[in-house]
Nanobody
Framework: QVQLVESGGGLVQAGGSLRLSCAASGSIFSINDMAWYRQAPGKQREFVASIISGAITNYADSVKGRFTISRDNAKNTVYLQMNSLEPEDTAVYYC?????????WGQGTQVTVSS
């Protein structure tokens, strides 16, 4: 079973930046398309960004142009660079597979953006 550990969250002012990391155990990480998701208080978990075949990226409209997803298969890690953060980006951020039955969710990393 793959274990996911997200990190890099924190408290930042609007307009600031954060870089999230998601470290995965297990060699099967490299063959899976990966995604970042987020869940704000009182809301359902939503898609944020994905990376397919190591290079093709896709983003939710709300973060397009501000967030960048990348991965390092040698380190079994996927990243999310978040720029121009807005209070609406406040949420717990998770990574997981893009398709199929998800692996067990990690604890996530809290991102709080103050106005």
């Amino acid at each position: 079973q793959v274990q996911l550990v997200e990190s890099g969250g924190g408290l930042v002012q609007a307009g600031g930046s954060l870089r999230l990391s998601c470290a995965a155990s297990g060699s099967i990480f490299s063959i899976n398309d990966m995604a970042w998701y987020r869940q704000a208080p009182g809301k359902q978990r939503e898609f944020v960004a994905s990376i397919i075949s190591g290079a093709i990226t896709n983003y939710a409209d709300s973060v397009k142009g501000r967030f960048t997803i990348s991965r390092d298969n040698a380190k079994n890690t996927v990243y999310l660079q978040m720029n121009s953060l807005e209070p609406e980006d406040t949420a717990v951020y998770y990574c997981n597979k893009l398709r199929g039955l998800p692996w067990a969710w990690g604890q996530g990393t809290q991102v709080t953006v103050s106005s």
